[in-house]
């Protein structure tokens, strides 16, 4: 059975950092495009950022330079450091993998399995 399970999430105060950790299991994503997602309260769930299983990443570009997405190959992990956090990053933070690997996935049609989701709050 596959699974991702995400974890790191919580309720913390503006400016504040947070690093989420995504473990998979049952199989292994080491080719697989991976990516965090997030969906803030009565929104739609948009891309945060994905990395290929070269190492290349993809972000949103209003979140370049708070977030930092990585992942390790060798232990089926993920994670994304959350710098300098605003009340508008409040969200349930997803991380999913894909199984198309030609290309960097970055539309949540595109992914293939899905973690339960945490829940970051960003109180102001």
């Known amino acids: 059975q596959v699974q991702l399970v995400e974890s790191g999430g919580g309720l913390v105060q503006t400016g504040d950092s947070l690093r989420l950790s995504c473990v998979a299991s049952?199989?292994?994503?080491?080719?697989?495009?991976m990516g965090w997602f997030r969906q803030p309260p009565g929104k739609e769930r948009e891309l945060v950022a994905a990395i290929m299983w070269s190492g290349y990443r993809r972000y949103v570009d209003s979140l370049k330079g708070r977030f930092t997405i990585s992942r390790d190959n060798a232990k089926n992990t993920m994670t994304l450091q959350m710098n300098g956090l605003k009340p508008e990053d409040t969200a349930v933070y997803y991380c999913?993998?894909?199984?198309?690997?030609?290309?960097?996935?970055?539309?949540?049609?595109?992914?293939?399995?899905w973690g339960p989701g945490t829940q970051v709050t960003v109180s102001s």
């Open positions: 999913a993998a894909s199984s198309r690997t030609s290309y960097t996935p970055t539309n949540p049609g595109e992914y293939d399995y």
């Open positions: 049952g199989r292994t994503f080491r080719t697989s495009p």
